[in-house]
């Protein structure tokens, strides 16, 4: 069953006179400003992301390489805006509800700019949603719902979206915008060196009220600690900030993370602990009564947290839920046995995504890996629980009751630590002392607010402010 989602589309097929070499392609936080744009649209979560190029395509399309996005080139580029604008709506797939157009030239523009344009469009069930800056100047990036998409199709020229403004003035309302700067663009050689001196923003410590921390990797690997480590339980103490140790690693109960720190000299509590069973269970709560018979695939981890919520934990039929975490006694029966129930009608749920589980000797099967056979044979998707999925984050939040903003995710893994932040809007810190090396940053589209070598460079750094 497909989503409804909302969509972008960049708007990449000008000409650059002024620049020397194509705009598109001026460096922006080390990758070209065409695959900034894009990784911004992607880390918003907008699917899907439709890149329009015309000037200099040859040159341009390769920034992309890598990037899960769909490239239209037009070759009608000099025609005006408007030649772009047919394309890109006509390339939008029945299920899109709404499309964000974006100027490639507004590099300030972020994921969570564009998180906020999209709900502030559901929050106020309009039709056009156009953000306003200085002197209630109207500005881009505009969203426009599905039912515009065939007016937008029809323009001609050069004015783009704006010439329905007026048209549809009661369908339209304005964000204000409380930083304008965000809706500054490139005109100028002299407007990028500006906005590139403005860009060394990073994270405000001091707006921090909480912290959603990932484990393996971050605070240990194995049975060793890594630096930082006691430091950093100090340093959250003597500042009153809030915590919740968050892991998709789903095999463990809480009781053991809180053993485990504490062999490292940390005390804490299991209310500082969340693995992706207990907000998979806690999830299921919010569906199913006490008693519910669920059928279970997985370790201790799995059952414990079914059984604090007071689920029947079936071996087969009956069966209202199916439940799915990483399994290492996993057999053909049980799959055969979870395929039956999701057949028949159960509800399918599951802890994590992770695909892979590493091991002394390499990388082996992982709950991914599991689910994916599940859904191959029911044709069914389960709800995933694990990072980047919202579910953990937001269980952890409603622990602490922080808001997104002030809350700073750390990990060490980008395409569940952090992805799963920036799509929460929470401001995100990436450490080097687990899985992901600093030469990959550069390539990936998944952007963190700020990188550190561990535990222990971030804690000084926090250390330093306020
Ligand atoms: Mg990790």
Request: glycine content about 10%.
């Amino acid at each position: 069953m497909s989503k409804s989602t909302i969509a972008a589309v960049i708007l990449a097929a000008g000409g650059s006179s002024r620049f020397g070499a194509p705009k598109q392609l001026l460096p922006w936080q080390g990758r070209p400003l065409i695959a900034h744009v894009a990784d911004m649209a992607w880390m918003a979560g907008l699917s899907p992301v439709v890149v329009v190029v015309g000037a200099e395509a040859e040159q341009v399309t390769p920034a992309l390489a890598g990037r899960e996005v769909c490239v239209l080139r037009n070759y009608r580029w000099q025609e005006g805006m408007s030649t772009s604008l047919s394309l890109g709506v006509a390339a939008l797939p029945a299920t899109v509800e709404a499309a964000i157009f974006l100027p490639v030239d507004q590099p300030l523009v972020d994921a969570r700019f564009l998180r906020s344009l999209a709900m502030y469009w559901r929050e106020h069930n309009a039709g056009i949603v156009v953000p306003v800056g200085r002197e209630e100047r109207r500005g881009t990036p505009v969203l426009f719902a599905r039912r515009f998409f065939p007016e937008l199709a029809q323009l001609t020229g050069d004015i783009g979206g704006r010439a329905l403004f007026a048209q549809y003035a009661d369908e339209l309302v304005t964000m204000p915008v409380a930083d304008p700067d965000i809706l500054t663009d490139v005109d100028t050689p002299a407007a990028y060196e500006a906005l590139l001196a403005r860009q060394a923003t990073s994270l405000d410590w001091g707006a921090l009220k909480g912290v959603i921390c990932d484990m393996d990797g971050v605070l240990w690997r194995g049975e060793t600690p890594l630096p930082g480590l006691r430091d950093f339980f100090a340093l959250l103490e003597s500042r009153h900030i809030g915590y919740v140790l968050a892991t998709n690693n789903a095999s463990k109960t809480p009781e053991q993370y809180v053993e485990k720190l504490a062999r490292m000299g940390v005390t804490t509590t299991t209310e500082h602990v969340l693995n992706s069973a207990t907000a998979a269970a806690d999830y299921l709560a919010t569906q199913a009564a006490p008693g519910t018979p669920v059928y279970a695939i997985g370790s201790a981890g799995v059952r414990e947290a079914l059984r604090s919520h007071g689920f029947t934990i079936t071996d087969g039929a009956p069966a209202d839920y199916v439940f799915v975490g990483w399994d290492r006694d996993l057999t053909w029966q049980k799959l055969a046995t979870a395929t039956l129930l999701i057949r028949g009608g159960a509800g399918f749920i599951a802890t994590n995504p992770d695909r892979t589980f590493p091991m002394e000797n390499g990388l082996v099967p992982g709950n991914g890996a599991q689910v994916a056979a599940l859904i191959t044979a029911t044709d069914v998707t389960p709800v995933m629980a694990g990072k980047p999925g919202p579910l953990l984050y937001e269980r952890a939040l409603a622990r602490m009751g922080t808001s997104p903003e002030a809350t700073l995710v750390i990990g060490d893994r980008l395409d569940t630590d952090i992805l799963g932040g920036l799509r929460l809007g929470m401001p995100t810190a990436l450490v080097l002392s687990g899985i992901t090396q600093a030469d990959e940053l550069p390539a990936s589209p998944i952007h963190p607010d700020v990188v550190f070598d561990d535990l222990a460079a971030l804690v000084r750094a926090w250390a330093m402010v306020s």
